[in-house]
């Protein structure tokens, strides 16, 4: 009953989902995670795919089911992403010689002047992501945009950045540098 007056739009039915389900989503995605504040991040994640996929709640069988596994997929991700994050971070430190202080600098240099080439948007949402921490969902709070819409700003950023390395011969150097560990 509760499912299909959300896949109806009852925002007060969606809100009695969320206030049954958050804890339980929350404290899955602290133990995968070990955060709270990411499993927050994640818990708000997942009620918003949830809203807006509502219209397919009557065709799911086990609509419980499959709110945790939308949770559970985010929080593995989430895992999975900070694991390669943390291992190229840790490579970098290990192996500082693998790239000259020079080559370093020029590399630096070509992604700040990539950022700076990137449409204002684009930018904004690179720079909240990378140079401030912010996550997805705090970026799209900050900007007063949709998640989905930071998201895809931040594809088109990196690609461009990507892009520009290409273009300047440095993504062959990075992924050849990279792929050695």
């Known amino acids: 009953m509760l499912f299909q007056r959300i896949a109806a739009g009852d925002e007060a039915a969606f809100s009695d989902l969320v206030e049954l389900y958050a804890p339980r989503l929350q404290a899955m995605a602290s133990r995968i995670t070990g955060s709270v504040a990411i499993a927050d991040d994640l818990v708000q994640d997942t009620f ?28 593995i991700n989430h895992v999975r992403r900070q694991t390669i994050h943390d291992k190229v971070i840790d490579g970098l430190q290990k192996d500082h010689n693998a790239i000259d202080t020079i080559e370093f600098r020029q590399l630096l240099a070509m992604v700040n ?3 700076q080439q990137l449409p204002d948007k684009q930018r904004e949402v690179y720079r909240l992501s990378r140079e401030q921490g912010l996550s997805i969902s705090q ?3 900050h900007m007063h945009l949709a998640v989905s819409t930071v998201k895809n700003l931040m594809v088109m ?12 011969g440095y993504l062959l150097l990075l992924l050849h540098f990279f792929s050695q560990r």
């Open 48 to 75: 918003l795919k949830v809203w807006l996929s509502r219209d397919q709640l009557p065709d799911i069988t086990h609509p419980a089911a499959w709110i945790k596994k939308i949770c559970f997929n985010s929080a």
């Open 139 to 141: 970026i799209a709070e």
């Open 113 to 115: 002047t990539a950022v």
């Open 157 to 168: 950023a990196l690609r461009n950045i990507r892009g520009a390395l290409q273009k300047g």
